[in-house]
């Protein structure tokens, strides 16, 4: 690195760390999950559909009790996920637990008076808990670092079966990193004991649901590529998942016969027809195996049938405007969270905030919003796949934003990873420059390199960018009046942001297989790796007084069945840290994709807009 760039770097970092540090503790995300779900009953054939509970909340899993006398369903109505009772003509609503922790998946003992559910109440991971109805009593059934999912009690009461990714390594999908999803079906008696492993291990079998002689149990199952091919679209319309029949006792797997398609969560019913929901793009909605139809949409998520196999309950999904912030849940009370679209940065300021997003007539936007209002295009292309726009940041005055614009092959074609390595040139991309009124709009690099994820250093006159492609990989350090570029790493690293204090740029590397926190000196010097940990670190974001580092982890696993909630990455979680990698605190606690966080000055205006909302 040239020594004037060192020289004035250093002289910077001296004069910004005598700045006052600013308060901050409002944070947006990108937040992939449902804005609102309601649920509705039906006949199973989908005639008479009318709601049970009222809109505008978010509730999904619905359970029907073996006794048809209750209902019980997941609900964020009041804090984080917790677990609702209701009758089947809406009366008698009771929440039936308040913890700060994520509460889903619940399913009925054979009498009625207990619940198993899924919990994060213990260490953060999904395990599965019971819970005494009338006590309101809950116990642990469940532990370990890997997540328990959806699980079912068998109708003898003697056992309850669950899927669970405890014991599998979590692979990335082929060329890609996100991970793939290696789910086996187990079973345990209600007391914790007799723990074992049912399915074959190495692919896929979930949502187990029992027949009614409790001596054998129908999955759902795939491999394991399919749980990122599926929920990623890649090849819906090639084959699908099959239907297995599993015997208890041997554990002797035999296919259920069920129309093509992608079946998600079946339900053994009445008769012993299988009620699943299909989950692809050819004819989404509920089914049946014996041919029938039940309810139609792509807004559906997993059902449960009155104990008669006549009636169905389930969750139909909307979407709010994803521009204007909404208020989210957060495991931290210092913190106020709020959920937008697609990698949103926030003006110095704090006043504007940058996201961009997908026309609907083709192209891309960057979209800027000010004081709350709703947020409005200042630049668009007119090419989805050659021009998508990605990763805004703002200058230290506000005036200008960077942003990257180009293919980015990985990020948007999802078929590439059985085609090209997970490091490839990603198709080309600039850095680009814009003024924060839509005017000004020019390229800073070329080239066959993919260049993005620019960050301004405080003194606004460089950038640090990542870059990889045939003339080489890692972070790279611009004068932005010159453009003249200096190495300043050489392995694939990615995510730079340059810390508001001037002397640190944190970033993120892959080591052993997972990618990590790093920072670094801009002359190069003091590299320190901040995180340790099982799986993906992404995404950060400097408090505005440089002290702490916002990032997205994967490192609390999945909390669901991979294609349930229909994101990517449905393990990405908020968490904040120290600058120096100490005093680590998760902020949310969901099964949707959270991710590419940004904080707001707590005494700007849209700080304060967004709060009188809250």
Same mark, same amino acid.
């Given at each position: ?19 006052? %540090? ?6 947006? #995300? ?118 328990? /999912? ?119 019913? %009445? ?15 509920? #089914? ?19 104990? !008669? ?10 979407? !709010? ?131 993005? /994820? ?16 045939? !003339? ?45 926190? #790093? ?38 696993? #999945? ?56």
């Amino acid at each position: 690195m040239h020594r004037g760039l060192v020289a004035s770097l250093s002289s910077l970092a001296l004069a910004v760390l005598a700045l006052p %540090a600013f308060s901050a503790d409002r944070i947006l #995300f990108d937040n992939s999950g449902p804005s609102r779900a309601t649920l509705y009953i039906a006949n199973a054939d989908g005639s008479g559909e009318h709601t049970l509970t009222q809109p505008g909340t978010l509730d999904y899993n619905p359970s029907w009790s073996p006794k048809g006398d209750w209902i019980a369903f997941t609900s964020e109505r009041a804090s984080s996920a917790d677990i609702y009772r209701v009758r089947p003509d809406g009366s008698g609503l009771e929440r039936l637990t308040d913890d700060p922790a994520f509460d889903d998946q619940a399913a009925f003992s054979p009498d009625g008076s207990r619940l198993v559910f899924v919990s994060t109440r213990a260490a953060g991971y999904a395990n599965l808990w019971t819970l005494d109805i009338a006590t309101r009593k809950a116990s642990p059934l469940t532990s370990g670092r890997g997540g328990d /999912f959806r699980p079912a009690w068998s109708p003898d009461g003697q056992w309850i079966a669950f899927s669970s990714d405890r014991g599998s390594d979590l692979p990335d999908a082929k060329g890609r990193w996100e991970i793939l999803h290696i789910v086996d079906i187990y079973l345990i008696h209600p007391d914790g004991t007799g723990l074992r492993r049912l399915s074959e291990h190495g692919n896929f079998c979930g949502s187990p649901s029992w027949n009614a002689d409790s001596k054998s149990l129908v999955a759902y199952c795939m491999t394991a590529q399919q749980t990122w091919d599926f929920r990623s679209h890649v090849h819906p319309q090639e084959g699908g998942d099959q239907l297995l029949q599993l015997d208890i006792a041997t554990g002797q797997a035999s296919p259920v016969a069920a129309p093509a398609g992608i079946k998600l969560s079946p339900k053994v019913l %009445a008769g012993g027809v299988i009620g699943y929901l299909r989950n692809d793009p050819a004819q989404p909605g509920i #089914f049946y195996s014996d041919g029938k139809p039940g309810p139609k949409g792509s807004d559906l998520m997993p059902a449960s049938w009155s104990p !008669d196999g006549k009636r169905v309950v389930y969750p139909r999904t909307q979407e !709010d405007d994803t521009s204007i912030p909404q208020p989210m849940w957060s495991r931290n009370p210092n913190f106020e969270l709020y959920g937008i679209w697609m990698l949103p940065a926030v003006s110095p300021d704090g006043d504007h905030f940058a996201f961009t997003a997908h026309n609907p007539d083709g192209g891309w936007s960057l979209m800027v919003t000010e004081d709350g209002k709703p947020a409005h295009s200042i630049y668009k292309t007119k090419d989805s796949h050659t021009e998508l726009l990605l990763g805004p940041q703002w200058s230290p005055d506000g005036k200008q934003i960077v942003v990257g614009i180009g293919g980015f092959t990985a990020f948007w074609n999802f078929a590439m990873g059985g085609k090209t390595p997970i490091m490839p040139d990603n198709g080309g991309a600039r850095i680009a420059l814009i003024n924060a009124d839509g005017t000004g709009f020019h390229t800073l690099t070329s080239g066959a390199n993919n260049n993005a /994820f620019a960050s301004f250093g405080p003194d606004g006159k460089h950038l640090v960018y990542r870059t990889s492609g045939p !003339d080489g990989e890692g972070l790279r350090i611009m004068d932005i009046d010159g453009h003249n570029v200096t190495t300043l790493t050489d392995s694939y690293d990615n995510f730079p942001v340059w810390s508001p204090r001037g002397d640190t740029i944190a970033f993120i590397r892959r080591a052993h297989s997972n990618f990590n926190i #790093f920072t670094i000196h801009p002359d190069g010097t003091g590299l320190k790796q901040l995180s340790d940990t099982h799986g993906n670190d992404a995404h950060l974001a400097w408090s505005p007084d440089g002290s702490r580092i916002l990032f997205t982890s994967s490192r609390m696993g #999945f909390k669901d069945e991979a294609l349930i909630t229909g994101n990517p990455q449905p393990y990405g979680e908020i968490f904040v840290m120290d600058a120096d990698g100490t005093h680590v605190e998760q902020l949310t606690d969901n099964q949707w994709e959270d991710g590419g966080p940004a904080w707001l000055p707590a005494k700007s205006a849209l700080s304060t807009a967004m709060a009188a909302k809250h």
